[in-house]
């Protein structure tokens, strides 16, 4: 009998996440009947802002920082991230569908990382 544990349902949501943002964005790239506004400023910087999170996590960034300042500092940034992340993509939505989805998506991996993150480390 196969047990599939959380941790493997909670990969495949986010590659399923990931595939369909970039199926989705492929396709509405291709299909340029309407042009929309240009994103932005302040979209750009929260994407490159949330970028730049995940690029400091995954290269192990917050462990040359002191503990204790590390453990203070991560989740409130990763939830605010989130939550601008969140914002810029309803507002984008209605002027640039194309710049909106890649931003939801990576919004949604990041809270749904971030949720995960902080279950483990209650453990």
């Known amino acids: 009998?196969?047990?599939?544990?959380?941790?493997?349902?909670?990969?495949?949501?986010?590659?399923?996440?990931?595939?369909?943002?970039?199926i989705i964005t492929a396709f509405l790239a291709?299909?340029?009947?309407?042009?929309?506004?240009?994103?932005?400023?302040?979209s750009y910087g929260i994407l490159g802002l949330l970028?730049?999170?995940w690029l400091f996590f995954l290269t192990s960034g917050y462990s040359l920082l002191p503990t204790n300042f590390a453990d203070v500092v991560f989740m409130p940034v990763?939830?605010?991230?989130?939550?601008a992340g969140l914002f810029t993509a309803i507002y984008?939505?209605?002027?640039?569908?194309?710049?909106?989805?890649?931003?939801?998506g990576l919004t949604t991996i990041s809270l749904l990382f971030s949720i995960f993150i902080n279950g483990i480390s209650k453990m």
């Open 78 to 83: 990763w939830l605010v991230l989130c939550v």
């Open 1 to 22: 009998m196969v047990i599939i544990g959380f941790s493997i349902i909670f990969l495949m949501i986010l590659a399923m996440i990931a595939i369909l943002t970039s």
């Open 92 to 104: 984008e939505c209605k002027n640039n569908i194309g710049f909106a989805i890649p931003v939801a």
């Open 51 to 53: 970028v730049f999170h």
């Open 30 to 42: 291709v299909r340029k009947n309407k042009e929309g506004n240009p994103p932005r400023k302040i």
